[in-house]
């Protein structure tokens, strides 16, 4: 089956990254064609610096084959060097009703937050459209927040094939159950762009001040509290064996204890679980034309895909 995703290099990838998109990535891998990229166009909506946004690429091709995306079961790859997105894009541009992205969350949810809104962020889901629909893609594995782009993405398909003919495949979110909106430091989804994430790699002990930060509620230690409602249980339940889970939310239930434990234990699991990566991203550091081959290996792959869907769809309606 063809598996899609994308990351977008607007920073560094953080937990929400990892336990909602990434580790789908790499357990999908094996038995099924994934195609994963690096979404640097779509993070020129938000990245405004050549020098940075050519780092953040780089760093995000690291950070996945540190992770554990396998080059050799899965074809990772640039966007940009795929041109054929962006014809695409303009023929999905062509039947995209206006009023289907103004009630796209992504472009809500920022503009909300007084970031920049231009035409590249408002018309997003078509681009990303054209992403997954340009190489057949079936199951896009993705968190919780990219869930309605990629419904835009079967709305587009549908009106397409239903106007020129059976062109594209249909493609599926693919959600983890209880990773597909991982809480920030502050309790809203954990998101580069919202200054609230705790990061896969970087300084450990900086880390641990940022997840000593977590914000708590204000009852008193004494209290009984629920977990399911608590953002650190949340983030806590990441890294824990489902035994510890119970053991902590009995805790949670029974009162008495101290956030500052519970903050120290999540510190200690998340150092553990990412030691493996963060040696691998070190070799891989040290082999960087590695890197750029498996990309550029990547693109001449993703390139034959993405042009034969191209020449379908603009066969179908008329451009050729
Ligand atoms: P930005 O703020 O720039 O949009 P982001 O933190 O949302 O960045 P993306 O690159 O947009 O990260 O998303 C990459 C993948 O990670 C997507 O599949 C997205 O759904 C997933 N993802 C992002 N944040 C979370 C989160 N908090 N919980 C679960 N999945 C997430
Ligand atoms: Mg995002």
Redesign the pocket.
């Known amino acids: 089956m063809r598996v899609l995703?994308g990351?977008?290099p607007?920073g560094r990838p953080?937990w929400?990254?990892f336990?909602?998109?990434i580790r789908q990535y790499i357990d999908l891998q094996d038995d099924n064609d994934g195609f994963y990229f690096i979404a640097d166009m779509h993070a020129l909506t938000?990245v405004r610096d050549a020098a940075a946004l050519k780092q953040y690429t780089l760093d995000a091709a690291l950070d996945l084959m540190a992770l554990g995306l396998d080059p050799k079961k899965a074809t990772l790859f640039v966007q940009s060097q795929v041109p054929e997105v962006s014809e695409l894009t303009w023929l999905l541009m062509t039947g995209t009703p206006m009023g289907l992205l103004e009630r796209c969350h992504a472009y809500k949810d920022k503009k909300e937050k007084g970031l920049n809104a231009d035409a590249g962020l408002f018309t997003y889901p078509v681009l990303m459209a054209a992403d997954i629909l340009i190489y057949d893609s079936e199951v896009v594995p993705?968190?919780?927040?990219?869930i309605q782009h990629i419904e835009v993405a079967r709305d587009l398909a549908g009106s397409f094939n239903h106007t020129f003919g059976e062109t594209f495949k249909l493609p599926k979110a693919k959600t983890l159950d209880h990773?597909?909106?991982?809480p920030g430091t502050d309790g809203e989804?954990?998101?580069?762009?919202?200054n609230n994430t705790l990061p896969l790699f970087g300084n450990v002990k900086q880390i641990r001040k940022q997840i000593m930060r977590i914000t708590t509620d204000s009852r008193a230690m004494e209290d009984p509290k629920e977990p399911e409602g608590d953002h650190l249980f949340q983030l806590y339940r990441l890294f824990a064996s489902p035994e510890d889970v119970e053991t902590m939310a009995a805790m949670y239930r029974r009162g008495g204890f101290g956030y500052g434990d519970v903050k120290k234990a999540v510190a200690e699991a998340s150092e553990t679980y990412f030691a493996e990566a963060r040696a691998r991203r070190e070799e891989l550091e040290a082999n960087l034309d590695y890197v750029h081959e498996t990309l550029r290996d990547g693109a001449a792959r993703a390139r034959e895909v993405a042009a034969d869907v191209l020449l379908r769809a603009q066969k179908a309606c008329g451009l050729r």
Not at 189 to 194: A, H, R, T
Request: proline share 0%; aromatic share 8%; hydrophobic share 25%.
């Open positions: 995703s990351i977008q607007t953080h929400g990254n336990f909602g998109a938000t993705v968190g919780q927040d990219q990773s597909a909106k991982v989804k954990m998101s580069k762009s919202y």
